[in-house]
């Protein structure tokens, strides 16, 4: 397809697929429901789309399964799938089971004047092996919550962008470099280097957040894509249905964005059911994913008077 004039571009993130039904959580629908509204609703957008992006969570335990599934349903779409990883992903089976003929994990790829670039921000759930690699930790779940580089990544980013030829490059991250949810990220991190260092970067697209959320690192706009499961609303503090993100890459390297969320039941009911009460704890600050996961099915129940709704 050739893009002679702007760019659409969908995005998708924090699926949390699983390999089994049965997975709804204190939410009424199966994450892959979420996704199938999502899909659905966006199907003109993905139609006239250059290409689609999963910004991360794609399976919830990083289950072979769950990937094969993603895998079927994300080939049968008509337009190019474009993949990352996020912190609930595993490498070894999101590579070996996720990828189709239109399902990709390659970290760029270049649209009319724009390069997309998809980094592994997941540096802070790995750790190295004596062959040089990055394996996962068992804790990356929680380890992972901010953006981090490894020295792999960061070579390998520095590398495409040296050698692009595109006038303006979109950043793709899973964890997004915001200030008040990232301040490790801020100053002098091999992340901030990195768009400090290379003007074309215009943007940056991420999920992990669940919610509409925007604002700046380095003096780029930072866009925050809802969750196709389960979306919050960060203002109102009460839960959102399965939305997602589109956006309008311009050839001047202008971007136009906005968030839709799948209108109907599933959202009504979300949007009716008030925030647990943990979640409203660790978005206050009042405790840490690390700290919520270390406590004993009997602890969280004693402190939070229901039972944990959450695999750890």
């Known amino acids: 397809m050739q893009h ?33 509204a999502v899909l659905a609703d966006a199907a003109a957008r993905v139609g006239d789309a250059a290409l689609v992006v999963a910004t991360g969570d794609l399976a919830d335990l990083g289950e072979p399964g769950a990937y094969e599934r993603l895998g079927e349903i994300l080939g049968a779409l008509p337009t190019p799938v474009y993949c990352l990883a996020g912190n609930h992903d595993r490498q070894d089976p999101l590579q070996a089971c996720l990828p189709r003929p239109t399902v990709h994990l390659e970290p760029a790829v270049q649209v009319g004047n724009w ?3 998809l980094l592994d921000t997941n540096a802070n759930g790995r750790e190295a092996a004596a062959d040089g690699t990055y394996r996962d930790r068992d ?3 929680h380890a992972a919550a901010q953006p981090g580089l490894t020295p792999v990544e960061e070579q390998r980013a520095r590398a495409i962008l040296t050698a692009t030829r595109a006038d303006h490059v979109f950043l ?21 280097l990195l768009v400090r260092d290379f ?3 215009r943007a940056i697209g991420a999920g992990h957040l669940h919610g509409d959320l925007s604002g700046e690192f380095e003096g780029r706009p930072v866009y925050v894509c809802p969750s196709s499961y389960m979306s919050i609303n ?38 009716a059911t008030p925030m647990p009460v943990f979640l409203a704890d660790m978005m206050a600050g009042r405790i840490t994913g690390k700290e919520l996961n270390a406590l004993s099915d009997a602890e969280f129940e004693a402190r939070y008077g229901e039972r944990r709704p959450l695999s750890r």
Do not use: C, N
């Not at 203002?235 to 964005?257: A, I, K, M, S």
């Open 115 to 117: 390069l997309m670039l």
């Open 139 to 141: 804790d990356r779940v």
């Open 172 to 192: 793709w991250l899973h964890q997004p470099p915001l200030p008040e949810t990232a301040p490790d990220a801020q100053g002098d991190s091999a992340l901030a």
């Open 234 to 271: 960060p203002r109102e503090r009460v839960l959102d249905g399965p939305g997602y993100r589109t956006y309008r890459l311009h050839p001047d390297g202008r971007v136009d964005t906005e968030v839709r969320f799948v209108p109907g039941p599933m959202t009504d009911a979300m949007r």
């Open 4 to 36: 002679d004039s702007t760019i659409g571009i969908v995005q998708i993130s924090d699926l949390h697929l699983r390999d089994a039904p049965g997975t709804r959580s204190f939410v009424a629908h199966e994450p892959e429901e979420g996704l199938a």
């Open 199 to 201: 003007p074309k970067i």
